[in-house]
T-cell receptor
Framework: EPEVTQTPSHQVTQMGQEVILRCVPI?????FYWYRQILGQKVEFLVS????????KSEIFDDQFSVERPDGSNFTLKIRSTKLEDSAMYFC?????????????FGPGTRLTVL | RKEVEQDPGPFNVPEGATVAFNCTYS??????FFWYRQDCRKEPKLLMS???SGNEDGRFTAQLNRASQYISLLIRDSKLSDSATYLC??????????FGAGTRLFVKA
């Protein structure tokens, strides 16, 4: 069964450093997403990406964040200068459609720890 | 008012019990509705989509009441393996998907 994969599974970084989280969505999917989940809190939408551009982003997704699809398979989230409050689980997801067909498949997540 | 609101629980039920979860959403223009399941420290996984006519998948039944902006999930004959957090998820028509905080379920032997 096709699945979304994410690397690394755990990333530890120092405050102020840049991190890149990587995702490989399901191959025939067209819509890609990043979410975060701070420990003990709800899953929060960060950004969606379609047709090689950001289609929607939340208030959380400020200038410190960027996304890229550098090739036909990878989808990355970059945090330019990490803060302590960026510590969270980051989930990538992909879907073949949107709206009522928006069944999103999630990757296993990257746990980001900012020290 | 929270965009998607759920009873946080936890619900502690014996095996074989029937349990119901409720969810309300604030945006009347919301278009798509889902229940996801999340195990501890794992990714959310789709349990079922929710349609206006209601839908059933084995022991699970989901209902949507657009007039009341209310979604429900019923689990019959609970199994130990049903222990998880159940997430109510709403799409407002764009790309943004809004998750509720989840309801924790513990099924005891």
């Amino acid at each position: 069964e096709p699945e979304v994969t994410q690397t690394p599974s755990h990333q530890v970084t120092q405050m102020g450093q840049e991190v890149i989280l990587r995702c490989v969505p399901i191959s025939n999917h067209l819509y890609f997403y990043w979410y975060r989940q701070i420990l003990g809190q709800k899953v929060e939408f960060l950004v969606s990406f379609y047709n090689n551009e950001i289609s929607e982003k939340s208030e959380i997704f400020d200038d410190q964040f960027s996304v890229e699809r550098p090739d036909g398979s990878n989808f990355t989230l970059k945090i330019r200068s990490t803060k302590l409050e960026d510590s969270a689980m980051y989930f990538c997801a992909s879907s073949s459609g949107r709206g009522s067909y928006n069944e999103q498949f999630f990757g296993p997540g990257t746990r980001l720890t900012v020290l | 008012r929270k965009e998607v609101e759920q009873d946080p629980g936890p619900f502690n039920v014996p095996e074989g019990a029937t349990v119901a979860f409720n969810c309300t959403y604030s945006n009347s223009a919301s278009q798509s509705f889902f229940w996801y399941r999340q195990d501890c420290r794992k990714e959310p996984k789709l349990l079922m989509s929710v349609y206006s006519s209601g839908n059933e998948d084995g022991r699970f039944t989901a209902q949507l009441n657009r007039a009341s902006q209310y979604i429900s999930l019923l689990i019959r004959d609970s199994k130990l393996s049903d222990s998880a957090t159940y997430l109510c998820v709403v799409n407002e028509g764009g790309f943004k998907t809004i998750f509720g905080a989840g309801t924790r379920l513990f099924v005891k032997a």
